[in-house]
Every structure is written in C-alpha cells, then in structure tokens.
C-alpha cells in the first residue's frame, strides 16, 4: 500500500508522462489522505491548467493560499489561470501580491508587464519589464518584449539595442530577429532587415509567417520576384491564409500579371467572402484590365462589408472620374474627406472633379486645401497650376508649376504646363526651354 509520499512521487511521474486524468486522480488519493498535502493541491492545480480547466485550476490554487498565504508561486500561476479566463484585474492584483511578496519575482513582472502593454500602459508596462531583466538578466525574452514597447514608441535604436541583446543570450531566438527586422524597417533600413528576416527563415522554415515577413520588405524594395517566391512558399505552407495570398495578387499586379493576380485575388475571397481588401484589389485589377462594371460591384461590394473603407470610396472614385461620372466622383472623394479630414489626396482628385466640371472656384479651394495638408504634394501645386491658368492668372500658374517641379523634376507635364504659361505671357525664351526639358523627359521614360 501507497503512502502519501509515494503516491505523491508516482503521481508526478503521470504527470511527467502527461496522463493528466490518472496524474489528477493520483493527487486527489494523496489529498484525501492528507487533507494539507499543499504540494498535491498545486500539482492538480497545474494539470487542470495544462487541460484548460483554469477555474478548476484556481480551486486548487486557493486551497494552497489557505493553507501558506505567502506562497508567491501560488499566486503567480493563479494569475495565469485568471488571466486564461479573461479576467484581467484579478490576473493584475494576483501579480501584484506575488510581487509583494517575492520583490524578486522576474516571471511575475514579465507577465504583468506583458497585461500593460496589452492594455495601451507602456510606460507601467517599461517598467515590468526592465525590473524583470534586473532580476533575471539572462532572460531573452524579457529583452525582446520591452523591445516591443520601445519598438510601439517609436524609440527604434533602443529597440534594436534590446533584440541585439535577446539574440546574445539566445542565438536561436527567431522572434528577437524578426523583431528587430521590424525595427530596421521603421527606420528605412530595409537591407539590414532582410538579413534579419533570412535568419528567421533559417530559425523557422516551416512558419509562413517567416516567409510573407521577408515578403513584405522584398516588395518594399521593389523586389517583386522575390517578394512572390516568398509569399508562394508562405503559401505552400499554409494555403489558406486569404491575407498572405492577396498580397501575393498585389506583387503579381505590380509586374503588371493581371491574370495571376486577379486568380490569387478570387482565391483570396472564396477562402474569406468578407476579406474587403482583397475586393478592392480585385476591382483595381479589372478596372486596369477594362472591366469597368464589375470593377466597380468590387468597390461597392467592399463598402456593404465595410463602410468605413477609405480606399474603396478612393478607387471607385478614381474610377467614376475615369468614367466620366464627375458627381459620383466628387460624392466618394467627399465621403474620404467625411471620414478623413486630413486626405490631401482626396481634396486634390475632388479638386480635378471640380475642374473637368468647370467649377474653378471650388477646384480652387480643394487643391489649396490639400496643399496646406501636405505642403509637398507635387500633383496638389500641378493642379491648381492648371485652374490658374484657365483664369488667367499666369504668374500664379508659373508659382504652381515651378514649386511642382521643385518637388517633382521627371514629370514632364509640370515643364510643359510652365512653358506653354510662359509662352502666353509673351516669354519665349523660358517657354522653348520648358517645352523642350519636357520633351526630352517624356522619351527617357519611354
């Protein structure tokens, strides 16, 4: 016969096994034979955990606080079972006493501060996270999560700095690469980031998400072959991912391969009917191939899903304009500016609406109103260059096109619009030189 003690050990070595039922039931026989077996209530405890019975998980964990309430352990794993059931504050305050009771507690701090930053407190969380990396230096991850704050403020050197020291204590942590290929890219480095991104790719060769990361920068970069070699190995390995292949149909459409594009785009939407960014992909894609009317169903399908979609509302005003349908052009790029005031984009197509409407003033004041958004938005200052024009008004007009210039010397059209106003205020001279400089940028890009 069994005593407690060698029940106790021979239901450890269930749970070792991971025959969590017979693991259970062992415990329960030494806690019925010794009601205090603090060790037995915390074992059962931890395999209705691991079985995902967290609330039975915290009965056993209250009977270990009755019995030493100052435990830290026990408080610390009865947070994990609250915070398992979403409640949050009583996962905080269990932290909070584990913590109190064991100021040293660097698991209980990296989980605390891990429900901070979940929660938007970066500043509360920063400081969980660097007292768990005074308490416990060698800990990786701890340096790869306050990576992650400094990384959401912006700080990206610093962030950099802690995923270098993650992967100096972990060579093989493939999440402190990736981060740190992230922190590159915020800081346009996006060289340094694919080297990041490759090692990741090393480290995990079975994770999409590895591929469809080094993906994006390769598409960042213009790499667009190597941008679809990843998102296809991407999707290989997970193959209904609807996200993973719209961007894929989204590299195709770069290379102007309109028909693998618009089949990865289906894809995408047979796999996830309400996936709206594939639909406004989608209606891009047919509207380059000519298919205007369905184009448009795409558009307006994505605003049923979605009315909110700023980009749907731009497209098919983009393409009401192309088609002539000015009020309805006008009537999506003002729902972008309803929703977005700050769309200089949008007030500057609403302004060429207004323009082809033949209502100048109006025009007017869309291109200005994009202009003091975005002061460096070339197509803004073309625009109303042109409006200038139409009203005479030529040294405005030549204000326009020159800063247009300034901001965007290989469009032709900014050299040719200033030459032919110069040619009307009678210089001759600077409008053949416009007219020309214009010329010769069109046959280069030819």
Known sequence: MFDEVDLFHRAEALQEKNDLDQAIATFSEV?????????????????????????????????????????????????????????????????????????????????????????????????????????????????????????SQGEFDKAIADYTEAIRRNPKHAEAYGNRANAYEGKDDHETALADY???????????????????????????????????????????????????????????????????????????????????????????????????????????????????????????????????????????IEIDSKSAKAYCHRGVAYTKKQELTTAMEDFTEAIQLDERYASAHYNRGLVHVILGKFDNAIADFTRAIQLDPKNHRSYQSRGLAYDRMGNKEKAKADLAQAKQIAAARR
Request: glycine share 4%.
């Open 31 to 151: 806690i019925n034979l010794n009601p205090k077996y603090i060790e037995a209530y915390f074992s059962r405890g931890n395999c209705y955990e691991e079985k995902g019975q967290h609330d039975v998980a915290i009965e056993n964990y209250n009977a270990v606080l009755r019995f030493a309430p100052q435990e830290p352990v026990a408080y610390y794993n009865r947070a994990h079972a609250h915070l398992k059931l979403g409640d949050v504050d009583k996962a905080v305050n269990d932290y909070n006493e584990a913590i109190r009771l064991n100021p040293r507690y660097s698991k209980a701090y990296y989980n605390r501060g891990f429900i901070q930053r979940k929660l938007g407190r970066l500043d509360e969380a920063m400081a969980d996270y660097s007292a768990a990396i005074e308490h416990d230096p060698k800990d990786a991850d701890s340096y790869v999560s306050r990576g992650l704050v400094y990384a």
């Open 198 to 336: 490759d090692e990741v790719v090393r480290l995990s060769p079975r994770d999409p998400k590895a591929y469809s990361n080094r993906a994006i920068v390769h598409y960042k970069i213009e790499n667009y072959d190597q941008a679809i070699a990843d998102y296809s190995e991407a999707i290989r390995l997970d193959p209904r991912n609807a996200k993973i292949i719209c961007s894929r149909g989204i590299a195709y459409s770069k290379k102007r391969l309109t028909e693998k594009a618009l089949v990865d785009y289906d894809e995408a939407i047979r796999l996830n009917p309400k996936y709206t960014e594939a639909y406004v992909c989608r209606g891009m894609a047919r509207a380059a191939k000519g298919q205007r009317d369905t184009a448009l169903e795409d558009f307006t399908h994505a605003l049923e899903l979605d009315p909110t979609l700023l980009r749907a509302y731009y497209q098919r005003g983009v393409l009401h304009g192309y088609l002539g349908n000015l009020d309805s052009a006008i009537n999506d790029y003002s729902k972008v």
